[in-house]
C-alpha cells in the first residue's frame, strides 16, 4: 500500500505555441492526449513536462539533451 506525502501545492499552466506554418502564423495550445486537461507543470529538474491531473499519468514534454539550430529560424512578433 503506497503512502501519502505532504507536498506543495504546484499550479500548472496552459503552454501556447505560435507556429509558422506555410508563411501563416498559427497558435496551439497544447491539451493532454489522455484527458484533455490544458494545464502544464514541468518537473523540478526540468527533463519531463506532465499533465497536473493528479488521475493522469500522461507526461507530454521530455527535454531533448541537443538543442535545435536557431541560426536559420524566422520569428514573426
Known sequence: MGTKHKVKIVKGAPIHLDLMIDGEVISFEL????????????????????CTDPECPCVALVRLKTTADMTKVTWAI
Open 31 to 50: 491539451v493532454c492526449p489522455m484527458c484533455g486537461n490544458k494545464f502544464w507543470v514541468v518537473s523540478v529538474d526540468k527533463q519531463l513536462g506532465g
